[in-house]
C-alpha cells in the first residue's frame, strides 16, 4: 500500500517542480515556514508541498497518513490543471488523467467518505 503512494506521488513531484518559478525564488524552491516572503508567496502552498514530499524528504519514513494526505493535495492540485488544460478526465488517455484516475480509486480506498 505505502509503495503504490509513492509510486503515485512520482508525477506530481515532476509536474509541480516543473511549474514552479525556482527562478525567481529567493529561497531558489526551498520553503521556509519562518519566512513572510514564503507564507505570502502565491506559489507557497505547491512550494511547500514539494519541499516535504521531494525526493529527499525520505518519503519511506513517512506515516501513510501523512503520504496519503499528500496524495490528496496532489490529488487536488493535477485535478486543476486537467480542468486548465480542458481534458476529459475519465476518458483520456494521456499519463496525468491515467494517473488522476489511479489516484482517485486509491483515495477512495484511504479514506471512509465518498469523494
Ligand atoms: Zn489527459
Known sequence: MKTELL???????KLVHGELDVENCPHNGFFDLRDHTCVDCPQGPECYWLCRNDEFASLDK???DDLV????????????????WDHKIDHCSC???????????????HSPQPR
Do not use: G, M, N
Open 95 to 109: 499519463s496525468v488523467c491515467q494517473w488522476y484516475r489511479r489516484a482517485r480509486s486509491t483515495l477512495e480506498k
Open 7 to 13: 509510486e503515485l506521488l512520482e508525477l506530481p513531484r
Open 69 to 84: 494526505k499528500a496524495l490528496d493535495f496532489a490529488h487536488t492540485y493535477i485535478h486543476a490543471a486537467i480542468i486548465r
Open 62 to 64: 513517512h506515516q501513510t
